[in-house]
């Protein structure tokens, strides 16, 4: 498969959906996990802010259907992991809570929610959801919220419990531009990754968690091709189910 930005666009695949009975593709063998297998909740985002398409639904997609094909660095190293793909609106109304729903719903081992960063030009492994709501644009359902809590009294920020470092070092390894974030933002994306986090802690689920921020891989010039960011996220997977606490090798942001 070609790595070029230009390679992106136009693809069609496996649509994903909100619905919680769209989120694994019936009939196909990644519905049931083997016994002892473990599985990976997949989350994209819809479109937002008046564009026509976004960058996680490709990726996710896209990972779903190397997952049918057994051709994930994850199930090579997972053997029977499964990939639920799902599909978020952009409303701080619904999106954090609907992502709380599958979680209970396929109690999954692992949880990744990816959304865009426009103007960003590496895969950016988020490291903090902040308890803030601050929405330079309404998100697609005309909310816009200012200086809010995400949730009323819950903790200021809460840290993502995927093998980051151990993960930043396998992707920029494969020679993709990755980078650690010490903030999602304050809009949708931040909004799930804390709900995300928050529901997980206090329900008690062992699930570890994260969120991904991708660039705008149809851009023209993008330094990220679509092909990638899946194979990132793929080695993400892949280094967030070992059993292992992350390495602890430096590398935090001066400023
Ligand atoms: N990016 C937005 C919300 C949805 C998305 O893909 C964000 O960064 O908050």
Do not use: W
Request: hydrophobic share 40%; with cysteine; proline share 8%.
């Amino acid at each position: 498969m070609s790595n070029t930005a230009s390679s992106c666009a136009g693809r069609e695949g496996p649509s994903l959906s909100r619905r919680p009975s769209g989120a694994s593709r019936p009939g196909s063998e990644q519905d049931s996990p083997a016994a002892g297998a473990s599985s990976v909740l997949l989350s994209a985002f819809e479109p937002f802010g008046g564009a026509n398409h976004n960058p996680s639904q490709d990726v996710v997609e896209e990972l779903a259907r190397r997952a049918d094909r057994g051709e994930l660095t994850a199930q090579s190293e997972h053997p029977g992991v499964v990939i639920i793909p799902v599909l978020l609106p952009v409303e701080f109304s619904t999106a954090g809570q609907l992502l709380s729903t599958f979680i209970d719903m396929y109690s999954p081992d692992l949880v990744i929610s990816l959304g865009l960063a426009a103007g960003t030009e590496t895969i950016r492994l988020e490291r903090v959801g902040l308890n803030l709501r601050d929405a330079r644009i309404p998100d697609n359902a005309g909310a816009q919220p200012a200086d809010e809590p995400v949730i009323a009294h819950g903790e200021t920020a809460l840290f993502s419990t995927l093998r980051l470092k151990a993960a930043r070092e396998r992707i920029a390894a494969s020679g993709v531009p990755v980078s650690l974030s010490l903030s999602a933002g304050s809009y949708v994306c931040n909004d799930v990754l804390y709900t995300l986090l928050h529901h997980l802690r206090t329900q008690k689920l062992s699930s570890s968690a994260g969120f991904v921020h991708l660039p705008d891989l149809r851009a023209p010039g993008c330094p990220v091709s679509m092909e990638q960011a899946a194979k990132a996220v793929d080695l993400l997977i892949t280094e967030s189910l070992k059993p292992l606490p992350d390495t602890a090798t430096p590398g935090g942001a001066l400023h």
